[in-house]
């Protein structure tokens, strides 16, 4: 690592990162929030009766999984738990006195759909009146997956979710779409226990407004159509892409829709959003706040492509008076969009890095941080990566072509030759993505 000016900033960029990261630990959260007292279980807003006898099922299923339920677990130490978590093939796996499956991810595939029918019968043999605790983090979609029986195949339905990948929609869009194909997402799983209290605790890897995308909304009401979900299709071009034999189905005008708030397995639910991007954000602040940094929040979240939201990040430091004395730290989070557009390795975050490098070039003092909470950015091994003015110069002497590399979504390949990546291994969480630029 070089010495100067960009080690120590790099070397703070990571605390805040990996710091945000320890404060925001599903389990940490879970027993700092919730309470079991006489018979109750008490969270912000709710109180819980647990009735005599009568022990809780726990459904975990997401990237946090093992986390969410070993938090939830050890909040409900005397109670004998009986349970499913559903967790990522190359997540650790936490001693848990639940059952523990793994699942595919992100294309669904046999470990999935067999995951899929365990929760399903979980549901449907839930005694009336037991409480259903469901511990939901994104990853959900395709660790747990079940086609829409007798409407599509799981051959069919995996096709899908590999065109959604690449297809440049954002997470409300694809929701949408995965939900309407699905038997479990769109609130049918919860719809296979009518009559249960059912308490959802949500670790949110989406926008704020739109809940029911996290996991697909295996729980919740979906709030949109079929109508909706064919224009999608039609607009991104996935539908000319489908199998035929799929497509001749779809003009079908009766397929059945996703359940709405009328349904009756919602009367007795919950709803309860345990941590989300601003969670991860707030985190961060109060981190770079304690190594002396002046902060600021970029308004809303990143939803756009790199390029624009990084115009928006520069404008923002730029408006920014520098604070005399003091160091600056202008935080945001959420997923920018990136369309694959080669076989290189990488993601979101490390293409963002790397448009930040070749608009930073030349310049000195700030660097910039991108980096995924899950520990994992697309399909490389690294969460993101470091980025300032040096980067694209200290590329090129290494032979390396930051835009060629760029254009082939093969970020990742100059990120690590530089040793630039930002590297956790699994977190177990999954708040979307943090990004920061930091200057001295």
Not at 116 to 139: F, K, T, V, Y
Not at 373 to 378: K, M, R, T, W
Not at 414 to 434: E, K
Request: net charge positive; charged share 25%.
């Amino acid at each position: 690592m070089r010495k100067g000016v960009s080690s120590e900033l790099r070397r703070d960029a990571m605390e805040i990162f990996k710091g945000a990261l320890a404060d925001c630990a599903p389990a940490h959260l879970l027993r700092s929030q919730l309470r079991l007292e006489s018979g109750f279980l008490d969270g912000p807003g709710f109180r819980i009766p647990l009735k005599a006898g009568a022990t809780p099922l726990l459904l975990a299923y997401g990237k946090a999984a093992g986390s969410m339920a070993r938090g939830m677990l050890e909040v409900l130490l005397n109670s004998k738990l009986t349970g499913v978590a559903v967790l990522p093939r190359k997540a650790r796996k936490p001693p848990l006195p639940i059952r523990t499956l793994r699942g595919d991810h992100p294309i669904p595939g046999g470990n999935s759909f067999r995951a899929g029918r365990c929760l399903m019968r979980a549901m449907i043999d839930a005694e009336p009146g037991r409480l259903i605790i469901h511990l939901i983090s994104g990853g959900a979609s395709a660790l747990m997956a079940a086609p829409l029986a007798g409407w599509v195949s799981s051959q069919e339905k995996t096709v899908l979710h590999q065109l959604l990948i690449p297809s440049g929609l954002g997470i409300r869009e694809i929701n949408v779409v995965r939900r309407h194909f699905s038997g479990i997402k769109g609130g049918r799983l919860a719809g296979l226990a009518p009559g249960t209290p059912q308490l959802n605790v949500l670790l949110s890897d989406v926008p704020e407004d739109c809940p029911e995308s996290v996991g697909g909304g295996p729980t919740l009401p979906d709030p949109s159509t079929w109508t909706e979900c064919r224009e999608i299709l039609k607009a991104s071009g996935i539908l000319d892409e489908l199998p035929a034999p799929l497509r001749r189905r779809l003009r079908r005008q009766d397929w059945p829709e996703t359940l709405k708030p009328s349904a009756a397995c919602f009367r007795k639910q919950i709803l309860w959003t345990l941590a989300d991007s601003h969670t991860l954000v707030g985190a961060a602040v109060r981190r770079a706040r304690r190594l002396g940094y002046a902060t600021r929040v970029l308004r809303g979240s990143a939803e756009e492509p790199s390029d624009s939201f990084f115009e928006r990040l520069l404008k923002a430091w730029e408006e920014w008076t520098k604070t005399r004395g003091r160091p600056r730290c202008l935080l945001a989070g959420g997923e920018v969009r990136v369309s694959p557009r080669g076989n290189g390795r990488g993601g979101r975050a490390q293409d963002l890095a790397l448009a930040a490098a070749i608009r930073l070039r030349g310049t000195r003092g700030s660097l910039f941080l991108a980096a995924g909470s899950d520990g994992q950015d697309g399909n490389s091994l690294a969460a993101g990566a470091c980025s300032d003015g040096r980067t694209v110069s200290r590329a090129r002497r290494r032979g390396l072509d930051p835009l060629k590399l760029r254009a082939a979504s093969n970020a990742h390949a100059l990120f690590h030759a530089l040793g630039d990546c930002v590297v956790t291994g699994p977190t177990g969480n999954n708040l979307r993505d943090l990004y920061l630029l930091i200057d001295r």
